[in-house]
């Protein structure tokens, strides 16, 4: 019997990507089918990393391409490629670095940092080449958050080789500086300071670089959205009005520079207590919620108010590393892949297809 490429199309169209509700063969990441005979091969090539979905993906197409008549043996690859996507106008991207993610907050003390480490360990943990930037200059907590110890090396006397924790590549000023030193840096001296950090970082070919950015909307933070090539941002608050009004003028920040929002986080949303089970909502219930909904803007989810999340971050094992299966890891994954699929699904970078214009004097 002579199969179809059509049929197989066809039948291969049925299975829907349940991250996007859009299935693999008009959206054009299904690639290179191919017939002989009864056998079927082809390969799906997804825009964001998916390493805990594919073995269910790879055998969903795969029992779709069997229920064509005559299909034999079927071969599916399924393969994750991040690409670059466009920035700001004007700002070049960074060498070695596709995607920068910028977690903020309009204030300190939501849970910012925890939450930037946990989504980049997320996004190693389905695959991709991470790297983790610390730029809350005067309060760095990744060299503790990520137990990361010692200085950074430099092989040419110009750069610094990124340190490497749980898979994930960090730079943090908390590196060059001893811990019980305070960094007195007034605004100018402390954008420089961060530029040099990020731009003379020898990062290693990452999809992502996930940004910790310092708590506010001052001119540290609107110089850093102006001048770094993000992606995005994502925005970390918890339910409380005050926080909430914070949030707020971070989402404006960006908005007004021309990075797109991610998502919303929602950070302490509810305690659990762990000696009785008795269920409060601390900081207000549901606020991050019901601004992201008035605002338009993608709801991530919410996190608890949990002793272990503050104890597995003091102990340099956040809680994707520490509990991977569990409840609250399981959280930060959706929230990381949610952050990924729509990166995938903004404009592609094309600035390296443009044609370098010189113009010289006629002698």
Known sequence: ?????????????????????????????????HLEGADVSFDVELGYPAKSQVPALRQALIAAARTVPGVGNVSANVTSNVIA??????????????????????????????????????????????????????????????????????????????????GVQVASVGFLVNPDDALIFR??????????????????????????????????QLSLSQQ???TGAVIVTTPQDIALADARKGVA????????????????????CSQCGH??????????????????LDYLGALPLALSIREQADSGTPTVVAEPEGEVAAIYKGMARQVAIRIAAQAKDYSSKFPTIKVSKDT
């Open 187 to 220: 605004g100018p001296m402390a954008i420089q300071a961060l530029n040099q950090l990020l731009g003379q970082t020898n990062w290693k070919d990452l999809d992502y670089l996930v940004i910790d950015m310092p708590p506010g909307t001052g001119d540290i």
């Open 85 to 166: 996507h466009a920035v700001q106008r004007g700002v070049q991207l960074l060498p070695h670095v596709k995607n920068i993610i910028a977690v903020a907050s309009g204030k300190g003390g939501v849970g910012k940092s925890t939450t930037a480490a946990n989504l980049a360990l997320a996004l190693h943990a389905e695959g991709a080449r991470v790297g983790l930037l610390d730029a809350d200059i005067y309060g760095p907590s990744m060299p503790i958050m990520m137990g990361i110890q010692g200085r950074p090396e430099s092989l040419d006397g110009k750069t610094m080789e990124p340190l490497q924790s749980h």
């Open 228 to 230: 770094v090539p993000l």
């Open 1 to 33: 019997m002579s199969i179809s490429e059509q049929a197989v199309l066809a039948a291969l169209a049925t299975v829907i990507d349940s991250n996007t509700g859009q299935d693999l063969v008009s959206t054009r990441q299904l690639k290179n089918l």
């Open 253 to 272: 920040m960006f908005e007004k520079v021309g990075v797109p929002i991610l998502g919303l986080v929602e950070n302490m949303a509810v305690h659990v």
């Open 279 to 296: 269920v409060e909502h601390i900081f207000g219930a549901e606020g991050g919620k019901r601004y992201a909904a008035e605002k338009g």
